[in-house]
């Protein structure tokens, strides 16, 4: 018998609607973007309609055009990922919670204190959006005087990735005991030092925050390129993208899943999820009731 389809649904969100035109819609919120009561009601409302995953995109920069184009989009302004989805965490129960986190613009450390937190704090919830950063803006905001190439950017995520996945493992899953008797709060045997040293990162180790509920956040990506379907393939589990038509998506998905038989990874364990946005309108039956 052959595996029966669950369709999975994730809602893009940054931190709400990503049309930058949206907030101007009759009936719309205008400042559901820096809204928490707002947001926390969508998430609750997404949770509700047995949505996979509230998804939030990042940026490291203002968006690189024009401040007279800016001016008019609700996306100039919204809350930083962690700090949000930590809020949402208590506020919902089920729903997975999806934050993009920087690999050229932030230290291994803090991603995987962040994300391990997060699924601690959720109960499980967490993923990684893994990106490189694709604003050349956001190096000015970083000490830098230009973007880091993209080649090198990606071999560095690759790095990054094997750096935060092995601090993940820095505690075994029963490492933490709690032996109020003995007074033996944790196993040292089970810690691990990962003493990594590469192309682009230097981390000793270990984490200071044991290991999270699912071992690892659930890890996304969704780069188009060469190097972002390659990363794809030999890291991701959800992978968000977007297709100008059926073909096109269709070449994308035997593309990334073909990678992934020749790295030994199974492609059952990788969900594609194309973006498609959805203008709500009234139906014919409505539009009659007004004539």
Known sequence: ????????????????????????YPGAWPDVNFNFEKL??????????????????DHMAVLNMPFKSLRRSHTISS???????SALAASTERIGLAATASTTFDQPWHIARRFASLDHISGGRAAWNIVTTSNPDAA????????????ARYRRAREFYDVVTGLWDSFADDAIIRDVES??????????????HGEFLEVRGPLNIARPIQGWPVIVQAGASEPGKQLAAETAELVFTSAPTLD???????DVKGRMRK??????????LPSCMVIVGETMEEARKKR
């Open 1 to 24: 018998m052959a595996d029966k389809k669950q369709l999975h649904l994730g809602a893009f969100m940054r931190p709400a609607m990503i049309h930058t035109g949206a907030w101007r």
């Open 40 to 57: 926390r009601t969508l998430a609750r409302k997404l949770e509700a309609g047995k949505f996979d995953t509230f998804f939030m995109a």
């Open 79 to 85: 809350f930083e990922p962690f700090t949000l989805l």
């Open 140 to 151: 000015l905001n970083f000490g830098m005087k230009e973007h880091m190439e993209h080649a």
């Open 183 to 196: 007074g033996i709060f944790s196993d040292p045997d089970k810690l691990h030092v990962l003493d990594h």
């Open 248 to 254: 096109v998506g269709r070449k994308f998905y035997a």
């Open 263 to 272: 790295l030994g990874r199974n492609p059952h364990f990788m969900k594609i």
